[in-house]
């Protein structure tokens, strides 16, 4: 057996939580490839920090063997959705910045790539990734998908010997994320360079995947060839058992609302720099209709939703109504967003306080990122129902900076659905959940857009995923892919 290029042996975390139930062992080995896969919050992303040499131990041991002159944390390598924060600096920015265009507080793509490393490294990884195109894009306008794509580029230009991948499928479409597994074919072929994927769903692991690492309720199960991994139905249904079934919390039911079209566009023109992101855009939206937005990476789908939110300064210079009121005729932002379900995975990088879970379901009330109002006691019962509704009820009272991507997911989702809103607007839903979530998630989506009246749009770039409900699409198209 040769030398492990990372070995762990007993390793117990210093701090209480999260930690691990059991000392945990593992090696990584040459020509290996590992998926580590399980439920949210069964501690992929703890697994993968531990990696890094980032979490201080208690007991045990973390060794390296890998050859280089470079510190470590240029030889193994992590990308995970968190890093979005250092590309946005988000902690020091408000919500709606990124639809300022005049605010530039942000550098372009090309100074963020070429500030260290190799250029002739960058270039060729520019080239390979086909994003020529967002070299003079502001890092605050580009799209989660496209933000991703820069990320990897950024951790590849060092040319790592491990590189961690912490669900690298999110916010990509569906020839990005061929594109992508074809790249780490070519990254396994050129030797060299150990790939680690953490995933939430196996129905993710691409081929070059060689052995993996279940991982559930903080306990690391014994390492398996992906072979034995994909044959045993058995564990794969114990650890992503379905949840038992929910009732949605009572709504009271208001008056017919007197609009028939929740959204009338026309000829909607949204530009920012020499970068035209919608052009001659029509749509309707009648009251009740549930919409699947679709588009590849970049095409404008989050502008679009910016627009509707209300967070885009370019609705004033367009020609559309919502909810049988046109744009500009006096109303704040706050009467748009209070008939407004929204969620998507942006606002994670918003929600920098340290917010117990229920406040942070609580602030949909207000449409705040966080809460400033204090919520009566019928308010923080509905916010709790919902939680339960999204089986994250024993979340309450945990910090939502120390939860997992995939928990905050659905803390977020349950925030949308709190006020019972006439629309929803719902970008990617499904990001970072495992598979029993994703049914859930689905379940009560069609639960509760099967009330009258309610109307849904529903981003996605996993056409198997849109919920039956769904009868009605939108494409959005761009002139060519950029990945």
């Known amino acids: ?81 968190c890093d979005m924060y250092s590309l946005a600096d988000s902690r020091h920015l408000y919500y709606q910045q990124r639809w300022h265009s005049a605010e530039e507080e942000t550098p372009l793509v090309r100074d963020f790539i070429n500030r260290s490393g190799s250029k002739t490294e960058v270039q060729k990884l520019v080239t390979l990734f086909g994003v020529e195109n967002l070299l003079d894009k502001n890092i605050i306008c580009l799209s989660s998908g496209e933000l991703r794509k820069i990320l990897i580029i950024n951790a590849l230009k060092s040319v790592p010997k491990v590189l961690i991948l912490d669900n690298p499928y999110i916010g990509l479409d569906e020839k990005s994320r061929m594109l992508l597994n074809d790249l780490f074919v070519q990254l396994v072929q050129a030797g060299g360079m150990q790939l680690v ?10 081929d070059v995947v060689t052995h993996v690492l279940p991982i559930a309720n903080m306990q690391c199960l014994p390492g398996v060839t992906i072979s034995c991994f994909l044959a045993g139905t058995e564990l794969q249904n114990t650890m992503f058992a379905r949840s038992k079934s929910y009732i949605l919390p009572p709504m009271q039911e208001g008056f017919a609302p007197s609009y028939h079209l929740v959204l009338d566009m026309h000829n909607v023109q949204v530009r920012y720099g020499a970068y035209p992101i919608l052009k001659d855009f029509d749509w309707q939206v009648k009251r009740g209709e549930k ?44 009467e748009i967003k209070k008939h407004i379900g929204y969620a998507s995975p942006e606002q994670l990088l918003y929600y920098r306080d340290s917010l117990s879970c229920l406040d942070v379901v609580c602030s949909g009330f207000f449409d705040h990122v966080g809460l400033h109002r204090k919520c009566t006691p019928l308010q923080r019962q509905a916010a709790w129902q919902w939680m339960e509704v999204f089986g994250i009820a024993k979340l309450k009272e945990s910090s939502f900076l120390k939860i997992s991507f995939g928990e905050q997911h659905l803390v977020m989702l349950a925030r949308a659905f709190v006020k019972n809103p006439e629309l929803l607007l719902l970008d990617e839903p499904m990001h970072g959940l495992d598979p029993a979530n994703k049914a859930r998630v689905t379940q009560v989506i069609e639960t509760f857009c099967g009330q009258k009246n309610k109307s849904l749009i529903y981003v996605t770039h996993y056409f ?20």
């Open 1 to 81: 057996m040769s030398t492990p290029l990372i070995y762990i042996s007993n390793a117990v975390l210093r701090n209480p939580e999260p930690r691990f139930q059991v000392p945990l062992s593992f090696e990584l080995h040459p020509h290996q490839h590992w998926a580590v896969v399980g439920p949210n919050g069964a501690g992929k992303t703890t697994f993968a920090n531990l990696l890094t040499g980032k979490l201080p131990l208690a007991e045990g041991t973390v060794k390296y063997s890998i050859d280089g002159n470079a510190p470590l944390y240029e030889k193994v390598k992590m990308v995970s959705f």
């Open 197 to 206: 994927l953490i995933l939430s769903d196996p129905n993710e692991i691409p």
């Open 291 to 334: 919409w699947a937005l679709l588009g590849p990476n970049g095409a404008g789908k989050s502008t679009l939703l910016s627009l509707i939110c209300g967070d885009n300064p370019q609705a004033y210079a367009n020609n559309f109504s919502l909810f049988g009121k046109k744009r500009g005729t006096g109303e704040s932002i706050w």
């Open 464 to 483: 198997g995923e849109v919920p039956k409900c769904i009868v009605q699409r939108k494409n959005l198209t761009v002139d060519r892919y950029d990945f």
